[in-house]
């Protein structure tokens, strides 16, 4: 099983600021299989990301996702109000399916 | 709209069953794998398990943690996923989420591009 670790757990930020989340893997994340999802309080997870750097439907462009093998990141570019949350990565690449601890990106 | 609701959440007592259904609209439902999720209270999603769609013989795959115990089915014809769960334990409390599955080919795994909203376990006596 890939175990995937996420940090920093915590992410203390203003609005308007550049938010860097990274997700390891403790094996090589096969064709970079990786999803990124965001967590509000409350709601249900909402895909952002797949395939390691795919935006989904809808999500805007200060979203990205990027990296291979063991590392991967995800990049708010400019934090707005609503991106306050908690954004967990995901791996399909083997089986099963795995899910990182997440990390919550809060206002600081 | 495409959309996924669960339902069937409540308090279930140690040892006995609660069956959960998850219901779609808004796209051809047997078309999908469907999987299960839960979140316990104030943790990380951690998968239950998933079924494949007809093509792929309605197999399931089943956690660790709920094989043996937990059941997924479905029932195209209503869009309908369903999550039996039997002898359930005090540490299936969780909100129970359902999502629509995609994967790039059938040798990987799953991501969900469509969730539902959750509906709440409680197990407790």
């Known amino acids: 099983e890939i175990v995937l670790t996420q940090s920093p757990g915590t992410l203390s930020l203003s609005p308007g600021e550049r938010a860097t989340l990274s997700c390891r893997a403790s094996?090589?994340?096969?064709?970079?299989?990786l999803a990124w999802y965001q967590q509000k309080p409350g709601q249900a997870p909402r895909l952002l990301i797949y395939g390691a750097s795919s935006r989904a439907t809808g999500i805007p462009d200060r979203f990205s996702g990027s990296g291979s093998g063991t590392d991967f990141t995800l990049t708010i570019s400019t934090l707005e109000p609503e991106d306050f949350a908690v954004y967990y990565c995901q791996q399909y690449g083997g089986s099963p399916l795995t899910f990182g601890g997440g990390t919550t990106v809060e206002i600081k | 709209e495409v959309q996924l609701v669960e339902s069937g959440g409540g308090l279930g007592q140690p040892g006995r069953s609660l069956r959960l259904s998850c219901t779609g609209s808004g796209f051809t439902f047997g078309d999908y794998a469907m999987i299960w999720f839960r979140q316990a209270p104030g943790k990380g999603l951690e998968w239950v398990g998933f079924?494949?769609?007809?093509?792929?013989?309605?197999?399931?795959e089943y956690a660790a943690a709920v094989k043996g115990r937990f059941t997924i089915s479905r029932d195209d014809s209503k869009s309908i996923a369903s999550l039996q769960m039997n002898s359930l334990k005090t540490e299936d409390t969780a909100i129970y989420f359902c999502?629509?599955?995609?994967?790039?080919?059938?040798?990987?795994?799953?991501?969900?591009?469509?969730w539902g909203k959750g509906t709440t376990v409680t197990v407790s006596s």
């Open positions: 079924i494949r769609n007809k093509p792929y013989g309605e197999t399931t």
């Open positions: 094996q090589s994340v096969s064709n970079r299989y």
């Open positions: 999502g629509r599955c995609r994967r790039p080919s059938i040798l990987t795994s799953y991501y969900m591009d469509v």
